[in-house]
């Protein structure tokens, strides 16, 4: 099976600055998503990557403080910009591997606590 | 009202029993239904997936869709403490502009005890 990694694992970042959050699978994907998850909650959508044009942003996250890229069909990355303690959650990355009908699979996820 | 309903627990169980978890949602445009164990500091691990009404069996776990009901089960045999972690479900529809994205439960926390 496919494996899906995550950089950083974790991370502790002070109020006003950015982390950028890489997504990296080792097969080519059809499509990727970028999934938020705060303390105690279930899963919320951001946005799904396109490859090489801009991400489609659900309702209520835009992409000043979410900019994503996907330059290719096996790597993306999330920033989450102006952080402040709200942002505090776990970021997760999940790919389709055929039709958008197909499973869907997440990477490990990325601890982020913000200061 | 959430899209997706889930009985966030906790549920804790004797190991050996028959653990039986739910959803219900109110979009009737889901046709894709997923069952995720998620163990704690770790990501979402797919454990079943079904389209449309019907059952689905895979070792000790069986799945259930009911559209007539917009409710989908999941039920643990023989539970073992190694079951013990936090069970979502997940739908999506087939087409539209939410091609792909998937709804999420709440969650549910479970606990198997020896």
């Known amino acids: 099976s496919a494996v899906i990694s995550q950089k950083p694992s974790r991370d502790i970042c002070q109020r006003g600055t950015s982390l950028t959050i890489q997504c990296q699978v080792d097969s080519q994907v059809t499509m990727m998503f970028w999934y938020r998850q705060q303390p105690g909650q279930s899963l919320t959508l951001i946005a799904t990557?396109?490859?090489?044009?801009?991400?489609?942003?659900e309702s209520g996250f835009v992409i000043d403080k979410f900019p994503i890229s996907r330059p290719n069909l096996t790597f993306s990355t999330l920033t989450v910009s102006n952080l402040s303690p709200e942002d505090s959650s776990i970021y997760l990355c999940?790919?389709?591997?055929?039709?958008?009908?197909?499973?869907?699979?997440f990477g490990p996820g990325t601890r982020l606590t913000v200061t | 009202q959430k899209e997706v309903e889930q009985d966030p627990g906790p549920l804790s169980v004797p190991e050996g029993a028959i653990v039986s978890l739910n959803c219900t949602y109110s979009?009737?445009?889901?046709?894709?239904f997923m069952w995720y164990r998620q163990y704690s500091r770790k990501g979402p691990e797919l454990l079943m997936y079904t389209y449309s009404s019907g059952n689905k069996e895979d070792g000790r776990f069986t799945a259930q869709v009911d559209k007539s009901s917009k409710y989908i089960s999941l039920f643990i045999r023989d539970s073992q403490p190694s079951d013990s972690a936090t069970y979502l479900c997940?739908?999506?529809?087939?087409?539209?502009?939410?091609?792909?994205?998937?709804?999420f439960g709440q969650g549910t926390i479970l606990t198997v005890h020896p």
């Open positions: 990557a396109n490859q090489g044009s801009e991400a489609t942003y």
């Open positions: 999940s790919v389709v591997f055929g039709q958008a009908r197909s499973e869907q699979y």
């Open positions: 997940a739908m999506k529809a087939a087409g539209g502009t939410s091609y792909g994205k998937l709804t």
């Open positions: 979009n009737s445009a889901f046709q894709y």
